[in-house]
């Protein structure tokens, strides 16, 4: 006759934390566990997860070693770019935290990486160019030269992802970044966010959604503006908004249909405007609106 299972009695009649460990002669008795304390495998893996979500970046590949964006800056200065304050900030802000992890190898190498949305993360030696060019503005010419603060307040267009205006944070007395894509603003946001504590300072950058051609007026006026995209001609509002002294750095259409150059715009302390060109650049398109 079988027995219900109700009627038969456990293999094993004891919990797993009901089990007392009998000592052993010669040693002294283990310490009792208290039920609360017993160990689950499982929450290690629990623990792993979280990590693994809390860090994008893939492990082993040594991009948060400062060695690795000291080669970068050592091809900057090869490349010409020899302003001390531009270097230093490179070689602090890690670029691969800004960039997608299907990606994150190529976040040093000098070249343009997509962003999503049909934009870029720029290369570090144009990005570096530009910086540098905004540190000779005319308002710095003389004793204030080497201020701890070349951009002084400075306009960015075009945040994209936030490795920019982290960039120009460093040089900047403040920042004010405006980004017509909503999903790019939050993206720029988070990405801030996430390269804080990798900072010895925290720079005082305000990341704005709305329409870059308008600039930012109520911040106004600027001492530096520095565009990441191109257009037919530079916005009035941008050199409205520009301080007397203060430079303005944009790609621009070159006007015989070949391509992209760089546009400086000097604003003389007597409120005229100076206007010169640099190098042939390649950036996306210059837009208005919001989406």
Known sequence: MSQSPSDRKPRFPLKLDQVAVRPVAGRAPAP????????????????????RRRHTTPGGVGLDSVHVRRRMVERLLADGIGHAGVLEAFGMVPRHLFVDTALVNQAYEDTSLPIGLGQTISKPSVVAA??????????????????????????EIGTGCGYQAALLGQMARRVVSIERLHDLHLKARANLE????????????????GD???????????????AAAGGQ??????????APGGRLVA??????????VLAIVDRLPDGSLRHSRAGAVLFVPLKSGTT
């Open 32 to 51: 009792a566990v208290a039920a609360r304390e017993v160990l689950r495998p499982q929450a290690p893996l629990h623990q792993a997860e979280q990590d």
């Open 130 to 155: 530009m910086i540098q060019l905004l540190c000779a503005r005319p308002g710095l010419v003389g004793p204030g030269a080497d201020t701890p603060h070349p951009l002084g307040a400075c306009l």
């Open 194 to 209: 996430l390269v804080r504590p990798h900072l010895p300072r925290w720079p005082d950058v305000r990341l704005v959604f």
């Open 212 to 226: 870059g051609m308008l600039g930012h007026g109520p911040s106004a006026p600027y001492d530096t503006i520095i």
């Open 233 to 242: 001609a530079l916005p009035e509002a941008w050199l409205d908004q520009l």
């Open 251 to 260: 790609p621009t259409d070159d006007g015989r249909g070949g391509g992209q």
